[in-house]
């Protein structure tokens, strides 16, 4: 027989009850909890950074991933204490520094979608490079992030201005233009001298007045993915180092996510000494352009054959800097050609437009190490002053004035007016 008194039992009875409730409050935190706190760190290791190219997807680096800052320091942190090798947390590691660099800038990472167009991402265009701006303001050795500020300016702007013609009007006044240019150099000087005109140029004599509303969302999209890419490759790099200095970056090294010149083009800038940190940003520009974007310039190039050639062509013409002193690209190696007219005398054929194109690499390399490059420097090494008010205008108001692409048109019938034909 049990010696346990009737209010004893009942005693036992409600610690059992309380218990029972205590143990039901718990599963039902555990099941309410967000799945990357409860989640055991294995299942974010080794992941591959499937989404490293924005082509791929909205969102970070891959999609099993979390994208708010606190869970991701929890599950670094713990990454870092168990001595796995950064090698197997890199995808995470990224992810952490991407998402740290989008709260910073004002912008939602899970939600990012270069996709949507330009309109849903204009908030997010204007956040970046702001981002960039507010970089340089505060740390005078961080040039590139001053540079791609400004050029964003001018990039924003011409994206927003390419969805505005997606009624395809503006471009379908460029046909007659690029035609009557091409018909007049042969009537003039002969097919030969025809060939030796810009590709881009001749593309747009042929399919200017057929390019698609649809055909400029897609060009869109492709270089806003690249805008992306450009921030995901970078932007982590530039926090890491404002908030953990050399060793954060040496972390990334450690797990692969940057190679030794990289390293060491951020040890250049961090040494603060004029000629290294003017090396080490140019490493950074070279990466921006050379790696990251190059070869998805090449297909927005060769999208749809002469469309593609047409579009970025146009592109080149119609940019307008906003480095100052820094030409514009259409005035930068303008079109001369010579050669043998029909009469057999030399003739030279020269026009007021750009015998390059913007999307290739290494004629758009060598605009920029000519021009953009060491103009900039010039401004952060001897203008400061003036360089810091141009940086510390709102951003939308730099956006809005740089809206290059009604400025096409004109710019080829001007071309058309004023070409020039000499003879020895």
Do not use: C
């Not at 702007?157 to 150099?185: K, M």
């Not at 010149?261 to 921006?288: F, H, T, Y």
């Not at 000519?370 to 203008?383: G, I, M, W």
């Not at 939308?396 to 071309?415: C, D, G, K, V, Y």
């Amino acid at each position: 027989m049990s010696s346990i008194s009737p209010g004893g039992r009942s005693g036992l009875f409600r610690s059992a009850a309380l218990a029972l409730a205590a143990a039901l409050a718990i599963g039902v935190a555990a099941a309410t909890a967000s799945p990357a706190a409860a989640a055991p760190l294995q299942q974010y290791l080794n992941l591959p950074t499937v989404n490293r190219d924005a082509a791929h997807g909205p969102g970070g680096i891959h999609p099993a991933l979390p994208t708010d800052v606190p869970t991701l320091k929890k599950l670094l942190d713990q990454a870092r204490s168990s001595g796995v090798a950064p090698t197997s947390y890199r995808a995470l590691l990224l992810q952490y520094w991407l998402a740290d660099t989008t709260r910073a800038a004002g912008i939602d990472l899970e939600s990012w979608n270069p996709r949507a167009g330009v309109t849903a991402n204009r908030g997010n265009l204007i956040k970046s490079y702001r981002y960039y701006e507010d970089l340089q303001l505060a740390h005078r050795e961080l040039q590139w992030a001053g540079m791609a500020g400004m050029v964003g300016a001018d990039f924003g702007g011409g994206l927003a201005d390419f969805e505005l013609a997606t009624d395809v009007y503006q471009f379908a006044r460029l046909q007659p233009i690029a035609n009557a240019i091409v018909t007049e150099t042969n009537r003039t000087l002969g097919p030969v001298f025809v060939d030796k005109l810009p590709t881009g140029l001749r593309a747009l004599a042929r399919v200017g007045a057929v390019i698609s509303a649809a055909d400029l969302r897609h060009v869109q999209a492709d270089i806003l993915v690249m805008q992306k890419n450009i921030f995901t490759d970078l932007m982590p790099m530039h926090r890491a180092y404002v908030r953990g200095g050399l060793p954060a970056l040496r972390e990334m090294h450690t797990a692969g996510l940057i190679g030794d010149e990289i390293l060491q083009a951020w040890e250049q800038i961090a040494s603060k000494e004029p000629a290294a940190v003017a090396a080490g940003n140019a490493r950074l520009l070279q990466r921006e352009q050379g790696e990251v974007i190059k070869d998805q310039w090449d297909a927005v190039r060769g999208y749809k054959g002469d469309v593609g050639e047409a579009l970025t062509y146009a592109t080149t013409i119609a940019g307008s800097p906003s480095v100052a002193g820094v030409v514009p690209p259409r005035s930068f190696r303008s079109l001369q050609v010579s050669g043998t007219g029909p009469d057999g005398r030399t003739a030279t054929l020269t026009l007021p437009l750009a015998d390059w194109n913007w999307s290739v690499y290494p004629e758009r390399w060598d605009y920029i190490t000519s021009e953009l490059l060491p103009k900039y420097k010039d401004l952060v090494d001897h203008h400061w002053g003036t360089l810091r008010a141009q940086l510390q205008v709102p951003y939308e108001q730099q956006f809005e004035s740089h809206r290059p692409i009604w400025n096409i048109a004109p710019t080829l019938q001007s071309a058309l007016e004023t070409m020039k034909v000499t003879y020895q």
